[in-house]
T-cell receptor, first 116, second 111 residues
Framework: NAGVTQTPKFRILKIGQSMTLQCTQD?????MYWYRQDPGMGLKLIYY???????DKGEVPNGYNVSRSTTEDFPLRLELAAPSQTSVYFC???????????????FGEGSRLTVL | KNQVEQSPQSLIILEGKNCTLQ??????????LRWYKQDTGRGPVSLTI?????NTKSNGRYTATLDADTKQSSLHITASQLSDSASYIC??????????FGTGTRLKVLA
């Protein structure tokens, strides 16, 4: 069982370039998330999805876009990369334990992005 | 405003010693609270979950407590090992699909 798989693990971009971070999960989870983690800071939510075809903004969505065409895949697109987007990006998925109780978050291994 | 605060920010202990990490939260509606361990360069991994009605839960050398009245949780690590060196993140679930993260406690265990 692979869990949550992210690619690439590392990437260096020049200012103004675009790229897509790939994320796929094989646990049939409805909920998927993209977070960024900056040094000394908690994880910040960029975008999330509660199911195929449904996405919504998190705390820090500017400069990013997402899509969710299937349950398994949730790619994150960076348009016109800026130095402020230098960070470690984590994709995660989760499920419902009960109607009012969320399940465990399963994280990918992270993608370290540097924008120069 | 939903918030999760952790203390201390960092901690250094000797191998074999015990330690306790703290988490205070202001979150509504509270669903559950989890402690995650994040090794350097890796994604966070869940250690334990606490629901509203639970006071204590253990997972090997890790014991989590929850006081829903004071909105505080703690993670106690017994007989620390070098492999316990990591960041420990307190995460509170809000409703059905939202999570609020603390900034973590960075633990270093020295031989």
């Amino acid at each position: 069982n692979a869990g949550v798989t992210q690619t690439p693990k590392f990437r260096i971009l020049k200012i103004g370039q675009s790229m897509t971070l790939q994320c796929t999960q094989d646990m049939n989870h409805n909920y998927m998330y993209w977070y960024r983690q900056d040094p000394g800071m908690g994880l910040k939510l960029i975008y999330y999805s509660v199911g195929a075809g449904i996405t919504d903004k998190g705390e820090v969505p500017n400069g990013y876009n997402v899509s969710r065409s299937t349950t398994e895949d949730f790619p994150l697109r960076l348009e016109l990369a800026a130095p402020s987007q230098t960070s470690v990006y984590f994709c995660a998925s989760s499920y419902l334990l009960s109607p009012a109780n969320t399940g465990e978050l399963f994280f990918g291994e992270g993608s370290r992005l540097t924008v120069l | 405003k939903n918030q999760v605060e952790q203390s201390p920010q960092s901690l250094i202990i000797l191998e074999g010693k015990n330690c306790t990490l703290q988490c205070n939260y202001t979150v509504s509606p509270f669903s559950n609270l989890r402690w995650y361990k994040q090794d350097t360069g890796r994604g966070p991994v869940s250690l334990t979950i606490m629901t509203f009605s639970e006071n204590t839960k253990s997972n090997g050398r890790y014991t989590a407590t929850l006081d829903a009245d004071t909105k505080q949780s703690s993670l106690h690590i017994t007989a620390s090992q070098l492999s316990d060196s990591a960041s420990y993140i307190c995460v509170v679930s809000v409703g059905t699909y939202k999570y609020i993260f603390g900034t973590g406690t960075r633990l270093k265990v020295l031989a």
